[in-house]
């Protein structure tokens, strides 16, 4: 008797084990199996005056701000808010001070800043105040009669790219999508770059200047807002709003600490699986460290990627000792190989499609799609520059296009001439000038708004085939938390000192 019903207990905690078993492997299936290589242009979006017969996908769905004609990916997170005044659109992921609690209600906080100033100008402050301090991975349009103001995510995750024809101007997610309504751009501008005897890795560099992968297509910039009246299309720099102000290292040691924290827990409230992108360094470390009750509770996991193929690559280090600190704080770990995307496969027709000339890391978007799950907010710790210094020599205070393109390249292309122009461009277009900058360093500005616009706005665009990427850096209070210290606290990391400290001394 005994025996039976302990058989009985035991079978019946096999059948739920069993039945919990398979509910989580549902929940960790990768791209291709819940896309099957259709999802071109994923989480895309076209913006049109009026409007076109032009979906890039048929399945998009239709939305509008204002006059304003909106095709979206019915999977691209979406809010709207309407007014006499204005109407706003939110594509993606924003998060207010409310955290989780606000996020639905984000759009209506945004068209309070218009509804409560009777002027343009003031709605526009009001605007620029209330989205500046916005966290997460969206773009923001506010249409106001004729008018319509873009705002991207602080990091400028979420791309937001821009073209004028006789047709009007019209706004997308993919460069491509823009090529294709209007019958074709070419890419000389982009293969000067890839094509010029200097140009190394684009893995790890990125298109300079106002050089996007087709010519004649704008981008909007991190700090910036992208005006459209008309034909006339203008930028404007909104951040940052006010003079730098140095903190002690305990006070903006606490400030960066906290908001990490909060950022992690508005990524964890976005999908039911929470996968945090695990490497040995020590902005990856920090986010674990600062999130890792949180984690914990919501059941995450890690993921760390390596080219098998590559034994010598740095990544190798990254993989085993990821996986140690994976199982250290209690987290299940995914290891993903990165192995040479095969021409033919239809992983790599899916690619080509949505990125036909510009193609950052091809191999990584493809190891995603096949194993990293899905309908996951997947934690990437990129912009740790940002906080700690891209640039270990700083010495030259003179800020010019030279001096940038030495930064852009280490290689002897800095000292082409059309680079200088290029990034000349640049500058001007996006108002880069140190009495801009309001105290605040031009080489971390530089790196912020130059190269995470580019380099790692594409990289996220190529992630979006396969996950939900979380860029958990993207909050302006977390960066300029980090930025009030002097450089030389930065380079020794002394906020992530001070949130594994922290962590020490709870643990005695």
């Known amino acids: 008797m005994l025996e039976a019903l302990l058989g009985d207990r035991h079978e019946r905690r096999q059948r739920l084990a069993m039945q919990?078993?398979?509910?989580?492997?549902?929940?960790?299936?990768?791209?291709?199996?819940?896309?099957?290589?259709?999802?071109l242009f994923a989480k895309g979006f076209l913006v049109t005056r009026g409007p076109t017969t032009h979906a890039p996908v048929e399945t998009w769905e239709h939305d509008a701000v204002g006059p304003w004609h909106v095709r979206v990916d019915p999977v691209l997170d979406r809010q709207v808010a309407r007014s006499e005044r204005a109407e706003v659109l939110v594509l993606g992921q924003a998060f207010d001070d409310g955290g989780p609690k606000t996020r639905d209600r984000v759009a209506e906080r945004i068209l309070r800043a218009v509804t409560a100033h009777p002027d343009s100008a003031a709605q526009?402050?009001?605007?620029?105040?209330?989205?500046?301090?916005?966290?997460?991975?969206?773009?923001?349009?506010?249409?106001?009669?004729?008018?319509?103001?873009?705002?991207g995510d602080p990091l400028a995750t979420?791309?937001?790219?821009?073209?004028?024809?006789?047709?009007?101007?019209?706004?997308?997610?993919?460069?491509?999508?823009?090529?294709?309504?209007?019958?074709?751009?070419d890419s000389s501008r982009m293969r000067w770059v890839l094509e010029h005897p200097h140009y190394r890795s684009p893995a790890g560099r990125w298109l300079p200047g106002l050089i996007t992968p087709h010519d004649e297509v704008g981008q909007l910039y991190a700090n910036g807002r992208l005006t459209v009246e008309g034909s006339t299309v203008s930028n404007e720099r909104f951040f940052p709003l006010a003079d730098r102000?140095?903190?002690?290292?305990?006070?903006?040691?606490?400030?960066?600490?906290?908001?990490?924290?909060?950022?992690?827990?508005?990524?964890?409230?976005?999908?039911?699986?929470?996968?945090?992108?695990?490497?040995?360094?020590?902005?990856?470390?920090?986010?674990?460290?600062?999130?890792?009750?949180d984690l914990q509770r919501a059941g995450a996991l890690t993921l760390t990627y390596h080219p098998f193929h590559v034994a010598s690559k740095s990544t190798y280090a990254d993989f085993l000792t990821a996986g140690r600190l994976s199982a250290a704080a209690g987290l299940p770990h995914i290891g993903l190989d990165v192995p040479i995307l095969k021409p033919t496969s239809e992983m790599s027709r899916l690619y080509r499609a949505t990125f036909p000339t510009w193609q950052r890391y091809a191999n990584l978007a493809g190891a995603l799609y096949l194993h990293a799950p899905a309908r996951a907010a997947t934690i990437f710790g990129v912009g740790g520059a940002i906080v700690t210094g891209m640039w270990k020599d700083t010495s030259v205070r003179e800020l010019t296009p030279q001096l940038l393109a030495a930064k852009y390249a280490a290689?002897?292309?800095?000292?082409?001439?059309?680079?200088?122009?290029?990034?000349?461009?640049?500058?001007?277009?996006?108002?880069?000038?140190?009495?801009?900058?309001?105290?605040?360093?031009?080489?971390?500005?530089?790196?912020w708004e130059h190269r995470m616009t580019k380099w790692g706005g594409s990289g996220y665009s190529e992630y979006d085939l396969a996950t939900i990427p979380a860029p958990v850096l993207s909050s302006r209070r977390l960066l300029t938390a980090a930025l009030s210290l002097p450089k030389e606290q930065r380079v020794a990391a002394e906020v992530y000192r001070a949130i594994s400290e922290t962590g020490a001394l709870a643990a005695r």
């Open 124 to 151: 526009t402050r009001a605007l620029d105040e209330t989205i500046a301090w916005l966290s997460g991975r969206y773009v923001v349009l506010v249409a106001r009669g004729e008018r319509l103001d873009a705002w």
């Open 245 to 293: 102000v140095e903190l002690s290292t305990a006070d903006a040691s606490a400030r960066f600490r906290d908001d990490l924290r909060q950022q992690v827990r508005n990524w964890i409230s976005v999908a039911p699986v929470t996968v945090l992108s695990l490497t040995a360094g020590r902005d990856s470390r920090a986010v674990l460290e600062a999130g890792l009750v």
């Open 158 to 185: 979420r791309s937001l790219y821009w073209h004028r024809s006789a047709a009007g101007v019209a706004l997308a997610s993919h460069s491509a999508i823009l090529a294709d309504i209007a019958g074709g751009l």
């Open 20 to 39: 919990a078993f398979r509910r989580r492997e549902q929940q960790l299936r990768p791209a291709y199996k819940i896309w099957g290589y259709k999802n």
């Open 411 to 447: 290689s002897p292309f800095q000292h082409d001439s059309e680079l200088h122009d290029e990034l000349a461009r640049w500058m001007d277009f996006t108002d880069f000038s140190d009495d801009a900058l309001r105290g605040y360093d031009f080489y971390d500005f530089f790196h």
